[in-house]
């Protein structure tokens, strides 16, 4: 199957959300001027947002690896988690094997709460349905203090009030509720987002903004490869919500302590029924519903299902 390039447009039926990206080459999207003067730009806001060191790390939705370079060397432990196998071999093949990769959706991760001590979630908000269970789930699995950096499109910015002001797009950035108006991408006013993640119990420490500059570096053509990323006005752009795009680090409050173990296969439970897992020699079997969970290419799968035995 020849991958589809750049972000998908809609779902396959028959596909969960969490298999959006899957057949595809995501780094595709990322080519040209604008877009890697974007991808610069979040990796330097990611970079500053993470803790400066710690013990595991989880990358949600981590892709190709991307954003692999903002963690590595700073946690003794880094998992890569994607729904799709083809990004993970792709993230596997980037990293050189260095993280432990899993095949989950986001709403049932395959570990023990308070497993992480630090979380990363970019552009994965904006593709799912239930953002709530998601963000309750970032908060099970981190421990008390954890840190979770993640993104999310930001439907109140600038452009969007300028368009809706001069009459160009009847949807009002300023309401609370959620804007879906392209098929696989969701839009979320600041406040709607904070609410929800104080409901998850995350407390959001800071924010920066990103999806300014290579908008002017784009309208530049050739001349845009002279416009700088943007990290000194990111701050600014992300605390007055004006960016495109709003990332923040927040701290998981309520939690456990940190759950100590000797290696991953301590960590890992059951997506299913949240029962430990035994471990053999290709994969994991759930030591209460009998589910199988394989590895295939150094990628244990996850995925909701598993194998009945």
């Not at 993970?88 to 395959?110: F, M």
């Not at 100590?260 to 020699?281: F, M, N, V, W, Y």
Request: charged share 25%; net charge positive; with cysteine.
């Amino acid at each position: 199957m020849t991958p589809t390039k750049g972000v998908p447009s809609k779902l396959e039926s028959g596909k969960d959300p969490h298999q959006l990206y899957d057949d595809t080459d995501y780094r595709e999207f990322w080519e040209g001027v604008s877009k890697r003067l974007l991808d610069e730009l979040e990796r330097r806001v990611v970079g500053r947002l993470l803790p400066a060191s710690g013990g595991r790390i989880i990358d949600i939705g981590c892709g190709y690896g991307r954003l692999a370079g903002c963690y590595e060397g700073r946690f003794r432990q880094a998992v890569m988690l994607d729904g799709s196998i083809s990004l993970l071999r792709q993230a596997r093949e980037k990293t050189s094997g260095r993280a432990v990769y899993v095949a989950s959706d986001v709403y049932s991760v395959p570990f023990r709460t308070g497993a992480f001590d630090a979380a990363l979630m970019v552009r994965v908000l904006h593709h799912l349905p239930r953002p709530q269970a998601c963000l309750s789930e970032m908060h099970r699995i981190l421990g008390e203090g954890g840190r979770l950096v993640m993104s999310y499109s930001n439907k109140r910015n600038a452009w969007r009030i300028g368009l809706w002001l001069a009459g160009r797009t009847p949807h009002n950035p300023l309401t609370l509720e959620p804007l879906a108006v392209e098929g696989t991408f969701i839009h979320y006013h600041l406040r709607f987002v904070r609410q929800m993640m104080a409901e998850a119990g995350f407390d959001v420490l800071r924010s920066m903004g990103t999806g300014v500059m290579d908008k002017l570096a784009g309208a530049l053509g050739r001349w845009g490869n002279l416009i700088p990323p943007g990290l000194a006005f990111a701050g600014l752009f992300g605390e007055t919500g004006i960016a495109p795009w709003i990332f923040c680090e927040a701290s998981a409050r309520g939690g456990p302590c940190l759950s100590k173990a000797e290696g991953i296969d301590d960590l890992l439970l059951c997506p299913l029924c949240r029962s430990g897992l035994a471990r053999e020699a290709d994969g994991y079997t759930c030591q209460s519903c009998r589910r199988r969970f394989p590895i295939e290419d150094g990628i244990l799968d996850f995925r909701v299902g598993g194998t009945p035995r």
